[in-house]
């Protein structure tokens, strides 16, 4: 379809920015940041359990809380900015994050970056919601896919090359290194912004629900924290079951309250949707993946194959490269029409899993058999996203396409944590179960110093690439049953919906007599 055609299509549709370009490279600059701080810390990892004295659950809060925080909140960012502004949140949101960039790389304890993580989060929700709204508000009709294509696949590179960078800025300077470089991208965003992109709001939007933003992190902390600390309390510990029980009441309360107001942060009758939640959970599976999994390949590379931090962050590069190469190919999206969606997302969880199953069993042994892994994870990542996209915002009305994409993007960062934390667990539980006598020790370089000879160091060490394997083994399965789950509620969908369209059609023919037969 042509502009012309599109414009005759919908004449309704607002004239294109004509500085529109120039302000989508600003805010997927914007956009790039706050995704690579998903996985950025990753290859601080040791650097942060050595000079910051930080235990593995320390780590592991470092680098939940700025996902749980974000992922709580992006609902109420997406609804504030359009009753407010979408250019005062995206203001404040590049203000709050560059603060927060600030304050974590002068942190020293783990205590005062746990917190600046918290802060960064509040910022990167703002960000993820207005950066796409003004994508949306400053494109037509005829160049809107391929903008929001750019910004999806920015946001593919932000996820993934997060240790490659880390890994540079570490090989250069000290860990806070990779929280100050935030600052002058946020300065050049601020100043953009205010000059470029114009204003819009919807006045009578949804009021923020304040409360449903609160219940969410809360329950979702709370779940977290009792995975995390399953392995070093007891799975069936009074402080783990109470904290896990005290998670789940207070979700349960979450999804009470939002049936019950008229202004909902997350709509719960998206979820009668077959299609809406085989999609949805294709998201968070895929978010699972690629957070546990890279979670878990910069401490196998460092800890255990002996890289550095820049060499750690060049070796995780092919899974982002591979997503980028083939998302700007279009691949994905060219095999919707022909495989139809729910194949296609199966076929992409599918090598998604194959991936991880490929780093557990050949990569412990050299690179060769993770740089397999994770060109794998790569093509599966690009042939899945485009499909689960499409789907998403296919099942739900026009006029609620925001919403949609707002819970896409809340349960996804909810799966990047969750894959963390669940995928560290098993982890951990397998490293204390093959060596008991490191359990108190409060991380693996700390194991290490306290070890007594070669062959106690080494013990630990395959004890560290045994648990290593069977969290990536673990995730493959989750992976792979997720596509599957998936892949059979979309084709229950797309089912149903063909037999709705003929009982309608036939309803049709009944009522008029006069209509031609099909």
Known sequence: MTATDAAQTNPLAPPSHPQRWLILGVICLAQLTVLLDNTVLNVAIPSLTRELDASTADVQWMI?????????LLLTAGSSA???????????GLALFGIGSLVA?????????????????????????????VVVQIFDDSERVKAIGIWSTVSSLGFAVGPLIGGVMLDHFWWGAIFLINIPVAVLGLVAVVRLVPESKNASGERPDLLGALLSTIGMAAVVYAIISGPEH??????????????????????????????PMLDMHFFRNQKFVGAVAGAVLVAFGMGGSLFLLTQQLQFVLGYGPLEAGLRTAPLALSVVALNLTGLGARLVPKLGTPLTIASGMGLLAAGLASIALLGGDGYGGMLLGLLVMGAGIALAMPAMANAIMSAIPPEKAGVGAGVNGTLAECGNGLGVAV????????FAALVPSAVGAASLPAALAAARGEGERSRITDAFASGLETSMLGGAVAVLAGGLLAALLLRRAERGEAEGGEAERGESTQADPAAPAA
Request: glycine share 14%; net charge positive.
């Open 64 to 72: 939940n809380a700025y996902s749980l925080v974000q992922s709580g």
């Open 82 to 92: 359009d009753r407010y502004g979408r250019k005062k949140m995206l203001i404040a």
């Open 105 to 133: 790389g002068l942190a020293d304890s783990s205590a005062q970056l746990i917190a600046a993580r918290a802060g960064m989060g509040v910022g990167g929700a703002l960000l993820m919601t207005t950066t796409l709204a």
């Open 234 to 263: 007891g799975w069936t510990s009074g402080r783990v079951l109470l904290t896990a029980f005290t998670g789940v009441a207070v979700l349960t309360g979450f999804v009470l309250w939002e049936l019950h107001i008229p202004y």
């Open 423 to 430: 995928l560290g667990a098993v982890l951990n539980s397998r």
